[in-house]
T-cell receptor, first 111, second 114 residues
Framework: GNSVTQMEGPVTLSEEAFLTINCTYTATGYPSLFWYVQYPGEGLQLLLKATKADDKGSNKGFEATYRKETTSFHLEKGSVQVSDSAVYFCALLGGYQKVTFGTGTKLQVIP | DGGITQSPKYLFRKEGQNVTLSCEQNLNHDAMYWYRQDPGQGLRLIYYSQIVNDFQKGDIAEGYSVSREKKESFPLTVTSAQKNPTAFYLC?????????????FGEGSRLTVL
């Protein structure tokens, strides 16, 4: 079946540092890929998505590129802020409309 | 406002009791999903439904049941057969057609078994 593997957290960074959260996937066919963010005490919300190979999703300074050759969708941001502290989830939409999530990576940004 | 409403937000249950979590959406989405969130384990799919009167088991369906009698509603019943039901439950929906639409989530229901 499909699966998503994320780097384990927590990740602690100073404000304005560069962020990378790794995500790799296993899937048949041509899945769509997503990053969701969960702020404390809330449900998940979409951060960005990419629906085909080589697409780049971007939002709020975050970016991720769909790399089919390496089956990866790493999340990056050039300069993090304290307000970016949250849990980030990589997800895959595969066949039969099934959506599979990674385990999540907690990010803490300190001033 | 369009969105997904889950209720109750907090629920306490005694062992051996069934409990039903409500999920309603007014986004006119075809597909609906139930996930369970536990610390360090991410979101695990319990059940999902692509269309009214049809649903599929996810990865951890044992001890749970669902129904999809109306497009806007997808209630989840946590039965007494679920061995470790204490968790945070998230309901979501998406357009359901094609392979590109993202999930929209409710705010979740936290179930505690006493």
């Amino acid at each position: 079946g499909n699966s998503v593997t994320q780097m384990e957290g927590p990740v602690t960074l100073s404000e304005e540092a560069f962020l990378t959260i790794n995500c790799t996937y296993t899937a048949t066919g041509y899945p769509s890929l997503f990053w969701y963010v969960q702020y404390p005490g809330e449900g998940l919300q979409l951060l960005l998505k990419a629906t085909k190979a080589d697409d780049k999703g971007s939002n709020k300074g975050f970016e991720a590129t769909y790399r089919k050759e390496t089956t990866s969708f790493h999340l990056e941001k050039g300069s993090v802020q304290v307000s970016d502290s949250a849990v980030y989830f990589c997800a895959l939409l595969g066949g039969y409309q099934k959506v599979t999530f990674g385990t999540g990576t907690k990010l803490q940004v300190i001033p | 406002d369009g969105g997904i409403t889950q209720s109750p937000k907090y629920l306490f249950r005694k062992e051996g009791q069934n409990v039903t979590l409500s999920c309603e959406q007014n986004l006119n989405h075809d597909a609906m999903y139930w996930y369970r969130q536990d610390p360090g384990q991410g979101l695990r799919l319990i059940y999902y439904s692509q269309i009214v009167n049809d649903f599929q088991k996810g990865d951890i369906a044992e001890g749970y049941s669902v129904s999809r009698e109306k497009k806007e509603s997808f209630p989840l019943t946590v039965t007494s057969a679920q061995k470790n039901p204490t968790a945070f439950y998230l309901c979501a929906s998406r357009v359901g057609q094609g392979n590109t639409g993202e999930l929209f989530f409710g705010e979740g229901s936290r179930l505690t078994v006493l």
